[in-house]
C-alpha cells in the first residue's frame, strides 16, 4: 500500500499545510504560481516540510512537463537526458531532490539549461545552499525557505489523515495524546504521518471498535519497529544532535560512536564537517583558538579525500574537539550584541569612529577626536566604540579556562573596571 504521505499529499497550494509566507494569499511565490510565471528556484528547508509537495503543487497548477530526479542516484548522464527530453517539451519544470548533494561538474551541466530557460528549475535541500550549490547557478535562482512545522501544523495534518484517508477513517481512531508522535517526528511530516499510520496499523480496536492512540502506545510501537537511523535522511537531526551534545559534553567515546552511526547510515560527510567547524568556534572558541583550525582543515581534507578514508579523518578531529578544553563565550557574545540590535535599533556611530572621506563630512566632524591606537604606549588608548545610548556595556564574558584567563587579565589591564572584567 502506498504511505499515508503520500496518500494524504496535497494536491494544491489551499490544501497545503504551513508556509504561509510563501504560498499564502498575496505572497510573492503564490502570485508568481497563479501568474503562470515561476522563476528557477531554490527550496531550502527542513525534512518533511514540503518541499517535494510544493514542487508537484507547481508543475500540477502550471500543467507543464514535470521531470523529478534524485541527487542522490542520478548523475550528469541522466541530467543530460532529462535535458534532451524537456528541449522537445515546453516550459518543463526539473525537479532535483537533495540537490545539494550534486557536485560542481554535475551542477554545471544544468547551467546552460537553466540560463536558456530549456528547463525551469526547482531544486530541494536541507542544506544552506549559499554553501552547497555553486553560485553560477543560484545566482539564477530564487532562494526560498521553508520553516519547520509548528505543532498546531502537524496536529491538523493528523485530523486530516483521520478525515479523508479510507484506510486510516476504518479505524475509527481517537487520538488521545500527541505529544509523543509529534517528539518522535521531530516537525518532519512525512515521518509524522508514516509513523502515525505504522502505530494505528499496530494497535488493535478496543471493545467499542475504536483505535485508541496514547504516548504510551506510540512509545511501546516505535521503540520496537522505528529505524534507529534512516538512511533517507529522517533522524539526520537526532543524530547530529547526539553527535554534537557529546563532544560538547566532552566524550570522545560518545562522539565516534554517533559519529560510526551516522557514516553507516549514509549521512553527507561534508555536512558532518561542516558542523565540527561550527561546533569548534560556539563551544569551544578562544578556550582552544587550534580547535576551529583543525576543524577547517577536516573540512578541506574530507572533500579531497572523500569515502571511506574521511572517516578517520573525521574521527581525529572529532576526538580532538570532545577533548578540548570548551568555552561559549564568543557564542554568547555575539548573542548578547544581536539582541541588543533587537532591542535598541539603529544606534547612531558616534561621531569620532566614522569614516570621512570627503572635505564635507570632516567639516562635519566625521573622524574627528579619534585616537589611533598604535600612537600611544602598549598600542592602546581608553576610547568608547559603543554608540553613546549604550556605552561601556559588556558582551564578551571571557570563559572560565587557562586561555580565556589570560584574556580576561589582559583586558583587565587595559580597561581597568569599565568592563568589570
Given at each position: 500500500?502506498?504511505?499515508l504521505?503520500?496518500?494524504?499529499r ?5 490544501e497545503l499545510t504551513?508556509?504561509?509566507h ?34 508537484n ?9 514535470f ?11 541522466d ?32 547551467l546552460?539549461a537553466?540560463?536558456?530557460g ?10 544552506n ?5 555553486n ?9 526560498y ?15 486530516k ?16 495524546e ?8 521531530g ?23 475504536q ?16 529505524a534507529?537511523y ?30 560510526a552511526?551516522?557514516?553507516?547510515g549514509?549521512?553527507d ?6 558542523r565540527?567547524?561550527?561546533?569548534a ?20 581534507a ?6 571511506p ?19 561559549n ?33 570632516k567639516?562635519?566632524?566625521y ?12 598600542n ?42
Amino acid at each position: 500500500m502506498t504511505p499515508l504521505a503520500e496518500r494524504i499529499r496535497p494536491a494544491n497550494l489551499d490544501e497545503l499545510t504551513g508556509q504561509e509566507h510563501l504560498v499564502g494569499k498575496g505572497s510573492i511565490l503564490r502570485t508568481a504560481i497563479e501568474a503562470g510565471k515561476i522563476p528557477s528556484m531554490i527550496l531550502w528547508g527542513p525534512p518533511g516540510t514540503g518541499k517535494t509537495t510544493l514542487a508537484n503543487i507547481i508543475a500540477n497548477t502550471l500543467s507543464v512537463p514535470f521531470f523529478t530526479l534524485s541527487a542522490i542516484s542520478s548523475g550528469v548522464k541522466d541530467i543530460r537526458e532529462v535535458i534532451d527530453h524537456a528541449r522537445h517539451a515546453h516550459n518543463a519544470i526539473l525537479f532535483i531532490d537533495e540537490i545539494h548533494r550534486f557536485n560542481k561538474s554535475q551542477q554545471d551541466a544544468l547551467l546552460g539549461a537553466v540560463e536558456k530557460g530549456t528547463v525551469t528549475l526547482i531544486g530541494a535541500t536541507t542544506e544552506n545552499p549559499s554553501f552547497e550549490v555553486n553560485s553560477a547557478l543560484l545566482s539564477r535562482s530564487q532562494v526560498y525557505v521553508l520553516k519547520a512545522l509548528d505543532p498546531d501544523d502537524l496536529i491538523a495534518l493528523l485530523h486530516k489523515a483521520m478525515e479523508k484517508d479510507e484506510y486510516i477513517k476504518v479505524k475509527k481512531v481517537q487520538l488521545q495524546e500527541t505529544a509523543a508522535l509529534l517528539n518522535i517526528s521531530g516537525g518532519d511530516a512525512r515521518k509524522l504521518l508514516n509513523l502515525f499510520e505504522l502505530v494505528v496499523t499496530s494497535t488493535p480496536f478496543n471493545e467499542q471498535g475504536q483505535t485508541i492512540i496514547t504516548d504510551e502506545q506510540v512509545m511501546k510501537i516505535a521503540q520496537r519497529k522505528v529505524a534507529l537511523y534512516d538512511k533517507a535522511g529522517e533522524q539526520h537531526y537526532d543524530i547530529i544532535s547526539a553527535f554534537i551534545k557529546s563532544i560538547r559534553g566532552s566524550d570522545p567515546n560518545g562522539a565516534v560512536y554517533w559519529l560510526a552511526r551516522m557514516l553507516d547510515g549514509g549521512e553527507d560527510i561534508k555536512f558532518i564537517a561542516r558542523r565540527l567547524v561550527i561546533l569548534a568556534s560556539e563551544d569551544i572558541g578562544n578556550a582552544n583558538p587550534n580547535a576551529l583550525l583543525l576543524a577547517n582543515a577536516t573540512f578541506e581534507a574530507v572533500n579531497k579525500v572523500g569515502n571511506p578514508e574521511s572517516r578517520i579523518i573525521l574521527s581525529q578531529c572529532a576526538v580532538y574537539l570532545a577533548s578540548s578544553a570548551k568555552s561559549n563565550a564568543s557564542y554568547m557574545a555575539i548573542g548578547s550584541a544581536a539582541a541588543m540590535v533587537q532591542k535598541t535599533g539603529d544606534l547612531p556611530v558616534p561621531l569620532h569612529l566614522r569614516n570621512a572621506p570627503t572635505q564635507l563630512m570632516k567639516k562635519l566632524d566625521y573622524g574627528a577626536d579619534y585616537q589611533y591606537a598604535h600612537n600611544y604606549d602598549n598600542n592602546f588608548v581608553n576610547q568608547e566604540f559603543l554608540p553613546d545610548k549604550i556605552a561601556g556595556t559588556k558582551f564578551y564574558e571571557p570563559g572560565n579556562n587557562a586561555r580565556e584567563n589570560e584574556l580576561r587579565n589582559y583586558l583587565k589591564k587595559l580597561w581597568k573596571d569599565k568592563y568589570d572584567y
